[in-house]
T-cell receptor, first 114, second 114 residues
Framework: AQSVSQHNHHVILSEAASLELGCNYSYGGTVNLFWYVQYPGQHLQLLLKYFSGDPLVKGIKGFEAEFIKSKFSFNLRKPSVQWSDTAEYFCAVTSSTGGFKTIFGAGTRLFVKA | DSGVTQTPKHLITATGQRVTLRCSPRSGDLSVYWYQQSLDQGLQFLIQYYNGEERAKGNILERFSAQQFPDLHSELNLSSLELGDSALYFC?????????????FGPGTRLTVL
């Protein structure tokens, strides 16, 4: 079955620490990949997306993600987190073999200590 | 503000009842998606409509149904409610046929079933 796995459910970091959140998917075919963020009490919003081209994608607020096709991964990174990055992060995938569904990972809750 | 509106913001009802959640997509978006977010299940895709037609179906229960009207707003109907249906229900919209494009999420409707 098609699935999206986020390895870390909870992450606690201090400000200025580096962040890497893992995301793996099990789709075949052409994939489109997304990272969404949900700040406390708010709706989901897009951080970044990959459709094609350069596998290193830069998003808003200093986030970036790298698509590694051979590893079926799309990990999210940020060199130096801030307290305001405290939020839940969702990886999402659509694929040519998945119809029109977007499958979300379970989410990773990030807490950044000031 | 994503441009997607959802009403009501909060809904409290009893088991066995029926409720209707409403969503207005961003201006110009033809696709509407419904998601359920709960603590134990995470973010689950329910159903997608494109220009009034059902496009994709996810983990939507038979007790739930949805439709998209000619003015493109959508309604999600939940019937014979159970305690486990308590969750945050998100609507999202996008501008193209497939969900390969970015989805814009509404603020959600928090449903509490007592």
């Amino acid at each position: 079955a098609q699935s999206v796995s986020q390895h870390n459910h909870h992450v606690i970091l201090s400000e200025a620490a580096s962040l890497e959140l893992g995301c793996n998917y099990s789709y075949g075919g052409t994939v489109n990949l997304f990272w969404y963020v949900q700040y406390p009490g708010q709706h989901l919003q897009l951080l970044l997306k990959y459709f094609s081209g350069d596998p290193l994608v830069k998003g808003i607020k200093g986030f970036e993600a790298e698509f590694i096709k051979s590893k079926f991964s799309f990990n999210l990174r940020k060199p130096s987190v801030q307290w305001s990055d405290t939020a839940e992060y969702f990886c999402a995938v659509t694929s040519s073999t998945g119809g029109f569904k977007t499958i979300f990972g379970a989410g990773t809750r990030l807490f950044v200590k000031a | 503000d994503s441009g997607v509106t959802q009403t009501p913001k909060h809904l409290i009802t009893a088991t066995g009842q029926r409720v209707t959640l409403r969503c207005s997509p961003r201006s110009g978006d033809l696709s509407v998606y419904w998601y359920q977010q709960s603590l134990d299940q995470g973010l689950q895709f329910l159903i997608q409509y494109y220009n009034g037609e059902e496009r994709a179906k996810g983990n939507i229960l038979e007790r739930f149904s949805a439709q998209q009207f000619p003015d493109l707003h959508s309604e999600l109907n939940l019937s014979s409610l159970e305690l486990g249906d308590s969750a945050l229900y998100f609507c999202a919209s996008s501008g193209m046929t497939s969900s390969y494009n970015e989805q814009f999420f509404g603020p959600g409707t928090r449903l509490t079933v007592l």
